[in-house]
């Protein structure tokens, strides 16, 4: 294992860790573009076997990162390809369109079967299969129990399958010490779940209120949301916290953050703001409605409440603009 | 004709007698008079200084009466030729015969003498036989020597004196022969007395119908078929007569084909093509005996199956022809797969993080320094496995740790890739981690 260790130090110059670069998807067809994510603007680099391979790039902005298209030759090999930012990269499969993906969602080091492969889920859950077009069982376990799913394959198809879902979310991302948050958690069980097994994990001195119905009966393969209401303490350290929900009966913990602070930004306080009752509730959805906009042009030119600053005309106009592209 | 008798009297009367009567002069090999040679009769023996000889064609009874002047101790004529009607007279003296006549020459000198001779072919000239082939110069239309063969118009020639026996002009014939393949050629004498004989031949080269040859086409000017014969480099055409015989070389269009032995692994696609000419006229492929459609300077190979392919190429340019083979090799794909380092077998999937795995490559040609493993997704970390060859085409990488040696772990998917160096294909496989 030493002749290992020393070969291996013959790492050639790509993967170097860090974030930078993100794909869409780590298994791909060959006839169809890859969609990469970077923060910088300047184009990702394909490489195949150490050798570049040239790519036509469109690119958009998304937020913070540049969302690229890049077109490759259908006709360049499969294989594992290498696309690379000026930070870091991604290993990407490129398969025949003659078979089908399955991308199946379950929980993290799930082991999963179908169509005579195995794979295990990873560390956000997902695990790709590349299988003949067919008709094919999906096997899994969960609590000790076999779950079996038929899935409809098509070749050059991408196929999505969710198993289990366990993402959480707060009613904000930012609130104050001594305010109320909604905790909420929307899952999918591969199984009928008589009740539902949740158990929070919240920071010290925290507290928190089930909804109505949070335990009841999850049926099979549906979306379903449970929320709680959480009191963060007014002693709260101003910081990052982690909100946790262990789903013991599905394998999986749902994480989020949430930080506290002793000033929010503009919108939080406009989107949460309690028109009728004239006071922040950061129970509230987020939402910017029109009435919160008629409340908050009132103070332009004032400092806006829990904001410590002056609220502008630009950000009412951006909240405005917000408010318009909303459904 | 009174004459003549008394010739033919002394000729009965005194053969015995001591006189020494001869001819010298040219002869052939069964001692015959050579036709058209010059001669002088000698006599030896006689007492007188001076006197004749007379001559007598017996067929004609025509009589030539010849002096005789002193020669040391002989009596010796002025030269005599013995000639045909159409030859030119070389000397004063000729006698005017035929290829088979008896010539008797007799003399009153001392006690008379008499001898006889007969006329044989005349003699070859002076390197003949001599055999040669000429080709027609479409440029100026000339004759001109010919160095080799190729298509166009020939004319096949002996040169042989001897060959030449009457006035009119005679035929003989000579084999052709290519190969296995052989002809006659009817030669003509080129006049009344050249001793020159030929025959027009035209050459012709052409693919054959079904096989991957050239074959050599000998016709007459009517176009009338001599000889036809499949044709390679080194092969030449052979004039024969009466064991002489003259050799020229088949003359092929100097054909190069690119790559030469080219070996592929299935799946990547290439191309044969013809380097030399730059610019053919025309390009008929075959592959393993069986004519292709494509009929440009290229020719795409399509490997579907490890196999051989013979490539044989015929190339035209003006009209020239030229032959040129090649193989093409088509091999499997490498192969990579990961192997338990602990058993040698196939990694099984999930494969467990901490367990030693070792890469096999299979079907490589030639030489592999390593072998590049990683993960699948972010943080690919990609590594170079040295690898060392365990058989025919079958490597080996060190063993290494998923877990310890690449930093993966349950979850990642690990991958081994052989990208081939003409990137037209990569052999990859993938194992999940558990």
């Known amino acids: 294992m030493k002749s290992a260790a020393v070969a291996l130090a013959l790492v050639a110059g790509l993967g170097l860790g860090g974030v930078g670069l993100e794909v869409a998807h780590p298994v791909v067809f060959s006839t169809e573009p890859l969609v990469v994510w970077t923060a910088g603007d300047v184009p990702p680099e394909v490489s195949l076997g150490g050798i570049p391979v040239p790519a036509l790039w469109e690119r958009s902005q998304e937020g913070d990162l540049t969302r690229w298209t890049g077109v490759v030759s259908p006709w360049a090999p499969l294989g594992v390809w290498m696309v690379c930012s000026d930070r870091s990269c991604q290993a990407v499969l490129r398969v025949s369109p003659d078979v089908g993906l399955v991308e199946v969602r379950a929980g993290p080091g799930a082991l999963l079967c179908l169509a005579g492969q195995v794979r295990v889920a990873d560390r956000a859950g997902w695990a790709t299969f590349a299988v003949a077009p067919g008709y094919h069982e999906l096997l899994s376990e969960f609590g000790g129990e076999p779950v079996r799913r038929w899935v409809t394959v098509h070749a050059g198809e991408r196929t999505q399958v969710t198993l289990v879902l366990a993402q959480a979310g707060t009613s904000t991302p930012m609130a104050l010490p001594g305010s109320t948050v909604i905790l909420g958690v929307s899952l999918v069980s591969p199984r009928e779940l008589p009740a539902l097994g949740a158990q929070l994990r919240l920071p010290p001195g925290w507290e928190a209120v089930p909804s109505a119905g949070v335990f009841d009966p999850v049926r099979v393969g549906e979306l379903t949301v449970r929320v709680w209401m959480v009191r963060i303490p007014g002693s709260a350290a101003l910081e990052e916290y982690t909100l946790a929900v262990d789903l013991g009966d599905l394998g999986v913990q749902a994480q989020t953050t949430l930080t506290v602070a002793d000033r929010l930004p503009a919108r939080v306080v406009v989107c949460h703001w309690d028109v009728g009752g004239d006071q922040l509730n950061l129970a509230l959805p987020c939402r910017v409605t029109y009435n919160r906009l008629r409340w908050a042009a009132t103070l332009v030119g004032q400092e806006l409440p829990f904001t410590g600053r002056v609220f502008t005309q630009t950000e009412l106009e951006s909240l405005a603009a917000e408010w318009q592209t909303e459904p | ?434």
């Open chain 2, 1 to 434: 004709m009174r004459g003549v008798y008394a010739v033919l009297l002394v000729l009965v009367a005194f053969p015995a007698l001591g006189l020494g009567v001869s001819i010298e002069g040219p002869r052939n090999p069964d001692g015959t008079l050579a036709m058209c040679g010059t001669f002088t009769v000698t006599v030896a023996g006689a007492a007188e200084t001076t006197g004749h000889v007379t001559l007598v064609l017996l067929r004609t009874s025509e009589v030539l009466r010849v002096s005789l002047e002193c020669d040391g101790d002989r009596l010796k004529s002025a030269p005599v030729q013995i000639r045909r009607s159409c030859d030119p007279a070389a000397t004063q003296l000729s006698l005017v015969a035929e290829i088979g006549d008896a010539i008797a020459i007799a003399t009153e000198l001392g006690a008379g003498g008499c001898a006889v001779e007969r006329v044989g072919k005349r003699l070859s000239g002076p390197g003949e036989p001599a055999l040669s082939l000429r080709r027609m110069n479409n440029d100026t239309m000339d004759w001109v020597t010919a160095e080799s063969v190729e298509p166009g118009l020939f004319s096949a020639g002996l040169n042989n004196l001897a060959l030449d026996s009457t006035c009119a002009p005679e035929t003989t014939h000579l084999t052709l022969a290519v190969g296995q393949a052989t002809a006659r050629l009817v030669l003509v004498e080129e006049g009344p007395v050249a001793g020159r004989f030929s025959g027009e031949i035209v050459a012709q080269m052409q693919p054959d119908a079904e096989d991957p040859e050239l074959v050599l086409h000998l016709l007459t000017t009517d176009k009338e078929p001599l000889l036809r014969a499949v044709v390679r480099e080194g092969d030449a055409l052979a004039l024969t007569w009466d064991g002489v015989d003259l050799r020229r070389p088949v003359k092929f269009l100097p054909v190069e084909l690119s790559p030469v032995d080219l070996v592929l692994p299935v799946g990547c696609m290439a191309e044969v093509r013809v380097s030399v000419p730059e610019r053919p006229d025309e390009v008929i492929w075959f592959v393993n005996g069986v004519r292709q459609a494509v009929e440009g300077p290229s020719l795409p190979v399509c490997p579907d199956a490890p196999r051989t392919l013979d490539v044989v190429a015929l190339v035209r340019q003006g009209l020239l022809w030229g032959r040129q083979q090649t193989t093409v090799t088509i091999v499997p794909q490498v192969r990579v797969s990961f192997i338990s380092a602990e058993t040698g077998l196939p990694a099984n999937e999930p494969w467990r993080c901490a367990a030693p795995l070792q890469v096999k490559v299979e079907h490589v040609q030639g030489e592999l320094e390593s072998i590049l493993v990683g993960k699948l997704g972010a943080d690919p970390r990609p590594c170079k496995l040295p690898v060392a060859r365990v058989g025919d085409g079958v490597w080996l990488s060190i063993p290494f740790r998923p877990a310890a040696d690449l930093g993966v772990c349950g979850g990642d998917v690990l991958w081994v890739q052989y990208v081939d160096f003409r990137g037209c294909y990569t052999a990859y496989v993938v194992l999940p981690l558990r």
